[in-house]
Each structure stands twice: as C-alpha cells, then as structure tokens.
C-alpha cells in the first residue's frame, strides 16, 4: 500500500520513500531512498515533506513504500 508524503507523522527515519529532488520538480521524476532526517517541521504540507535520504539527497516525500524499513 503506497500513502502521498504530505503528513509529517507518517514518515519516520528508517523508512523507505520516493522523493522529488529539486532539480527534478518541472519533470516530477522520483527517487527512492532511506529516510535519515525529516527537515519539515509543520504537521503537513502540500507538496510533501522534505526529508534528507541517507546518501545526503534531499527532497519532497512524494510516495511512501510500505513494507521496507
């Protein structure tokens, strides 16, 4: 089950996500990851949280994946 990435308490460090880099926005092309920070500190946004993967990428959460930690 995949859920959008608008909502801060469903993302966690750990978890698996796709995200959209800056440079990709105009694209909407993803990139899946490792959570290791979450760098939004509202309880939701529009466009997605941006979290920092754990290779240093940062981006908006736009899908996450359920079933990987």
């Not at 460090?13 to 990139?31: E, F, M, N, S, Y």
């Not at 509202?42 to 996450?64: A, E």
């Amino acid at each position: 089950m995949n859920k959008n990435g608008q909502t801060r308490k469903d993302i966690r460090p750990g978890l698996a996500v796709d995200i959209v880099l800056k440079a990709d926005q105009r694209t909407g092309k993803t990139t899946r990851g490792i959570v290791k920070d979450i760098l939004t500190n509202s309880p939701n946004h529009p466009h997605g949280i941006k979290v920092r993967l754990t290779d240093g990428q940062v981006g908006r959460v736009k899908t996450i994946i359920e079933g990987q930690q």
